[in-house]
């Protein structure tokens, strides 16, 4: 029992040295998450000037998301990506600019890619629900490779990676808030962020 006792502490003891380290985790989901949002943000920006897309995706109902004053919608959309963006890369208001950002997340999740499953890339064998949709996919994709094997080089087109389909599904918008959630509840780490820089200098003023 001493013995187990021993080795418990001791695997405890080895674990506590490894938190000197602890500021990496935090440090690579923010370097991680800051060009995605920043590129998203970016690319809505983008698409407001001259033919306003992205605006007339927002608002129309037919075949886009159908929402009310799309054009702020796009603007409230695009700056809370690039100001999140910009506060993740310096860690600077970590867990206030996560707010917004998750929020976006939960709003493309249940407006774009909710009705398409889980799946980002349809793949029949690891679908969790919409099943039918990635049936038609996976349809849509071997009837593509028949073409291709067909009249193309197929050998040259495949040989960094085989072909896939685009599901859309909420698997990476998912992924994102749940990166976010980790960083509203251990912020943005030590040593390379402006929050933690801060919170020592209020600290020592106290």
């Avoid at 995706?57 to 075949?63: L, Q, Y």
């Avoid at 950002?101 to 679908?127: F, K, N, Y």
């Avoid at 490779?145 to 197929?154: A, D, F, R, T, V």
């Avoid at 998912?174 to 509840?185: G, P």
Wanted: glycine residues 8%; hydrophobic residues 50%; neutral net charge.
């Amino acid at each position: 029992m001493e013995t187990i006792r021993t080795l418990a502490i001791g695997a405890q003891r080895a674990l506590d040295t490894t938190r000197a380290a602890d500021f990496l985790a935090p440090l690579l989901l923010r370097l991680y998450l800051a060009p995605v949002f920043w590129m998203a943000g970016t690319n809505k920006l983008d698409g407001l000037l001259p033919s306003e897309q992205v605006v007339m995706w927002f608002g129309n109902p037919d075949w886009g998301l159908g929402m009310p004053f799309p054009y702020l919608m796009v603007l409230l959309s695009a700056y809370a990506e690039i100001l999140g963006a910009i506060a993740l890369l310096l860690g600077l208001a970590t867990r206030w600019a996560t707010i917004p950002l998750m929020i976006t997340m939960v709003v493309a999740a249940v407006t774009t890619h909710l009705e398409h499953g889980w799946q980002r890339i349809s793949d029949p064998m690891m679908c969790l629900f919409n099943c039918d949709g990635i049936a038609e996919a996976q349809q849509r994709l071997d009837r593509a490779k028949s073409i291709l094997q067909e009249h193309g080089n197929y050998d040259w087109l495949t040989e960094a990676g085989n072909f896939a389909i685009v599901n859309n599904g909420i698997e990476m918008a998912a992924t994102y808030f749940v990166m976010l959630l980790a960083l509203f509840f251990i912020g943005a780490g030590r040593y390379l962020s402006l929050d933690h820089y801060i919170r020592r200098r209020f600290m020592h003023r106290g």
